[in-house]
């Protein structure tokens, strides 16, 4: 599967297709109404996770077809204790989002891109990576094999902390 996809950073060139993921990682639910990207830009504690992208610090992994379309990417993001992320630890701990493009599904990337992702952090010198997920949506599963564990969380969703 790595030789059917090439992976490298997430530059600010790359801002409007994490965007695009973004909206897809919010509508994760197939029987939920769908929001749009201006609804998610309406939405103060949604809109947090939009572009302008990287703020200082952050960084991620974009994954292309060899054909060089854009296919998934997992990327981190810097949340003040003022403006908490709903995976939110602590100032110093980025937020992960990951998102594959719908067609690029169920070949593999989702897990090649945590991969790519925790390589490229700890090169970065970061100590952990959090993240929030909803329990019905069959990524916390896929994180708990990349060693995501769970710290916390709410009636519907999981906190999760990879330690690096
Ligand atoms: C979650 C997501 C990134 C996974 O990406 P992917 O490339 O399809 O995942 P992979 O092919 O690497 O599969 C990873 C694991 O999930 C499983 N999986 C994949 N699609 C699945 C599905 N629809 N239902 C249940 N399990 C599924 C795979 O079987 C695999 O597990 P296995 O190795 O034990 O067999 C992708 O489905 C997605 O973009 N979803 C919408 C956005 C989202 O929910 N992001 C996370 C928000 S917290």
Do not use: C
């Amino acid at each position: 599967m790595t030789d059917t996809f090439r992976f490298r950073p997430a530059t600010a060139d790359n801002a409007a297709f994490l965007d695009e993921l973004t909206v897809e990682a919010f509508n994760w639910a197939p029987d939920r109404a769908e929001l749009t990207l201006e609804q998610i830009r309406a939405d103060a504690s949604l809109a947090k996770y939009l572009a302008p992208w990287p703020a200082a610090g952050e960084f991620g992994v974009v994954a292309e077809s060899l054909a060089g379309d854009p296919a998934g990417a997992a990327w981190l993001r810097y949340f003040p204790a003022s403006s908490p992320g709903y995976g939110y630890v602590a100032e110093d701990v980025p937020e992960l989002t990951l998102a594959v493009v719908p067609d690029w599904r169920g070949m593999g990337l989702g897990r090649l891109l945590l991969s790519e992702l925790a390589a490229a952090s700890r090169t970065a010198g970061i100590a952990r990576i959090s993240l929030s997920v909803e329990r019905a949506n069959h990524a916390a599963k896929l994180y708990a094999a990349a060693g995501y564990e769970v710290v916390g969380g709410d009636a519907d969703a999981d906190t999760m902390v990879l330690t690096l």
